[in-house]
């Protein structure tokens, strides 16, 4: 074989080797690229952008009009672990559009058209470490499982949604839940959400009235030694570190990053139906609630039910003697009987 029969192998996977990695560098239309991100901001897009490259770790598509997030688009995004689809409008179609995307670690959702979160929504996101669906007006249903699966949750954002009533149990299951959002929701303070204002009032989690990153240069997007990262841990930690960073603020060294939040309890969320306990905070609510939904008995009620038992006790032992009286009649009644069926047998024999 001639040297250069030898090379035509070697040459062909070269020339495919930059095909390859000239479709990696490839960048949508409007969007700016470096590597492993993409960044679609304000770029008025109608629909989830193409030739997105493949090797992608952090991907922006904040404020456009994009109203669908297609699931197979997504899933060739396989290493992706941040995405920023805040301010679109996308709907309720979201269950297993997320199934392609198991490494996000970061997912943000707020100031769109959501109105219901099942369990199918994020179940597949096993390493999901910040949830934001905050300023959804018309979300009014979160399932009692929709984070079941999502046991890194350390941040979710629920402010400024329909909410008027979130289980206990959707929550307080989730063992890494640090901060949770839940102010200016339209809360319905009833008997069945007793077991939730008694669960945010004996918890360890933080209830921000206020929180998020104001700062033009946007402290809340990973800086690019981590957005290179491969690892998810490197990504997980970032917003871990974020997450309590954001509930203590701080100005970095030379006022350059300012994260403006407001790290509180649960007196920063208030009740808003039934009308005497409108503006209510939930400690307060709490006692009203249990006052008035726990059963408790007054002298009138103890009399009552005295008199309850005695008419109660009265009956039985009246149809007990009733009972025996008539057991007395019918033995008797079949003793006679008995006694002139012997006599009439003697008499025929005689």
């Not at 179940?123 to 699966?149: G, M």
């Not at 400024?160 to 149990?169: I, K, N, P, Q, V």
């Not at 959400?193 to 033009?216: K, N, Q, Y």
């Not at 007395?328 to 012997?342: A, D, F, G, L």
Request: glycine share 6%.
């Amino acid at each position: 074989m001639s040297p250069a029969g030898k090379w035509q192998p070697l040459s062909l996977v070269f020339l495919l080797g930059m095909g390859m990695a000239a479709g990696d560098s490839s960048c949508p239309s409007g969007c700016s690229c470096r590597y492993l991100e993409v960044n679609c901001t304000g770029r008025q897009l109608q629909e989830f952008p193409t030739a997105i490259p493949l090797d992608t770790r952090q991907l922006i598509l904040a404020a456009n009009n994009v109203s669908y997030l297609p699931a197979v688009e997504l899933s060739f995004l396989a290493d992706l672990v941040y995405l920023d689809c805040q301010k679109n409008l996308l709907g309720d179609d979201l269950d297993f559009t997320f199934i392609g995307v198991v490494k996000l670690v970061y997912l943000d959702l707020s100031f769109n058209n959501l109105t219901q979160v099942t369990f199918s929504t994020f179940s597949q996101l096993l390493s999901l470490v910040v949830l934001k669906i905050s300023d959804n007006p018309n979300l009014v249903a979160i399932e009692k499982d929709a984070f079941a699966n999502n046991t890194w949750l350390r941040h979710l954002d629920v402010s400024r949604t329909g909410l008027t009533f979130l289980d206990a149990s959707t929550v307080q299951d989730l063992p890494n839940l640090r901060f949770l959002g839940l102010s200016d929701n339209l809360w319905h303070c009833n008997c069945s959400f007793l077991d939730f204002i008694t669960w945010m009032t004996e918890s360890s989690v933080h209830f921000p009235a206020r929180w998020g990153c104001a700062t033009a240069c946007q402290p809340c997007i990973p800086s690019s030694g981590v957005a290179q990262s491969t690892d998810r841990s490197g990504w997980a930690a970032h917003f871990s570190t974020l997450s309590h960073t954001c509930s203590h603020p701080q100005d970095t060294k030379g006022g350059t990053k300012r994260l403006a939040a407001a790290s509180g309890d649960a007196d920063n969320i208030t009740c808003y139906t039934p009308e005497a306990l409108r503006a209510l905070k939930m400690p307060a609510a709490e006692v009203q609630l249990d006052s008035s939904c726990q059963t408790h008995l007054h002298k009138q009620d103890y009399i009552f039910l005295c008199f309850i038992g005695f008419c109660i006790f009265f009956a039985g032992t009246v149809v007990a003697w009733l009972a025996g009286i008539c057991a007395v009649i019918y033995q008797i009644h079949s003793s006679k009987q008995e006694e002139e069926e012997e006599e009439e047998e003697k008499d025929a024999v005689t």
